[in-house]
């Protein structure tokens, strides 16, 4: 999670560091304790057959009077599994667009039926069918009507172009290496792999080689890259202990994944530039559905890279300028102990 800033010069205690020192010291510190609170392996994927209601929900107000829905009546919901036996449904115009919530509702929920009947709205979720209730818009008592929308961002399952490095086709780990070259741990599942921690196992898996942060074995230049992901449901986690990795092409800020469905969308959630910049919109896809991160690095020659990023199709960062004397990027996953899986990954050199 954490990511480098530009190269600058301070003093610590009347020492000369450079930030970049500063930011791998305490990216192995943060590290180190977050391995001794990991007591097990997390669960493995659920199966998304278990969670019909869960993810996005599209459709429109019925007949709504006045304002900006009367013009568009768009509506949207997201449903959620949070604490076993619960559901966060959050309601507003539209999703993806940083629209400001309706309402946001957690529920007691067996999963096959999510029924709410407060904060003005009235509403049962049931698998393979729409879902119409009411709710007061304006003052007034306004009906409603939601159908599950499918998942397709636009780049799922886009094939490398003629010339494009494949780094990850479920074949093999050879691109991949862990901190210091060590033979890359993580497992083929999937047609893709599975991000395994060296904190897992009361830290076991770290005494016998297993696990970490996964380095590509090359540099590149000005590029294009895809990857997809997915993260678990992992009921009764929050925040940032929820879908938890990252994506660098040090020595550029961080972009984050995280499993932030449902949430604002701020500087340290999904898509950001980690604690640098917030993502333009808060793209972040259910749990257990395959996304897609699309970015584009291209340097300027001027001191300067050019990173451009969409999460699941959606412009997060456009052309956003990072001062750096660099003219290639590395690239890694993070080891944030948390389960993921990756499939696809490419790089079109530009």
């Keep these: ?16 560091f450079s930030r970049m020192y500063v930011w ?8 180190l304790f977050s391995a001794r609170g990991i007591a097990q392996e997390p669960a493995q994927f659920e199966d998304l057959a278990d969670y019909p209601l869960m ?12 304002h900006h829905e009367s013009k568009r009546p768009t509506l949207s919901a997201q449903v959620l599994p949070m604490k076993k036996g619960s559901c966060l449904v959050v309601f507003a115009s539209q999703a993806y667009r940083r629209a400001v919530p309706y309402a946001e509702i957690t529920v007691p929920s067996d999963g096959k039926t999510v029924a709410i009947d407060q904060q003005g709205w009235t509403v049962t979720f049931r698998s393979g069918e729409p879902a119409k209730g009411q709710a007061m ?42 901190d210091r070259g060590r033979a890359a741990t993580w497992i083929l ?23 970490g942060n996964l380095h590509c074995k090359r540099k590149f230049g000005s590029l294009r890259y895809h990857m997809e992901f997915r993260y678990p449901v992992e009921e009764g986690k929050d925040g940032q202990a929820r879908g938890n990795s990252g994506l660098f ?28 910049l917030p993502a333009k919109v808060n793209a972040a896809g259910p749990p257990l559905v395959w996304q897609t991160y699309d970015v584009t ?37 993070q080891d944030h102990n948390n389960r993921l899986q990756w499939r696809n990954i490419w790089v079109e050199e530009l």
């Design 1 to 16: 999670m954490l990511s480098p800033a530009p190269l600058e010069v301070g003093m610590i205690g009347g020492v000369m």
């Design 249 to 276: 092409f040090p020595p550029l800020p961080e972009l984050q994944v995280l499993n932030a469905y449902t949430k604002t969308g701020y500087w340290n959630e999904s898509g950001s530039m980690y604690k640098y």
């Design 55 to 66: 993810g996005d929900w599209t459709g429109r107000w019925v007949k709504p009077r006045g």
């Design 189 to 211: 599942k999937n047609g893709g792999m599975e991000t395994v921690g060296q904190a897992w196992n009361k830290g076991q898996n770290r005494k016998n080689g297993l696990g």
């Design 297 to 333: 690095i291209q340097f300027t020659g001027k001191g300067a890279a050019l990173v451009t990023a969409l999460l699941n199709g959606h412009p997060i960062h456009t052309q956003v300028e990072i001062p750096t004397k660099e003219t290639q990027v590395g690239l890694w996953l």
């Design 137 to 178: 818009l304006n003052g007034k008592l306004t009906d409603f009507e939601l159908t599950k929308a499918p998942w397709a961002p636009p780049t799922l399952g886009a094939k490398p172009p003629a010339g494009a490095v494949v780094l990850m086709d479920g074949s093999s780990l050879d691109a991949w290496q862990h």
């Design 24 to 31: 791998a010291l305490t990216l192995l510190v943060c590290g």
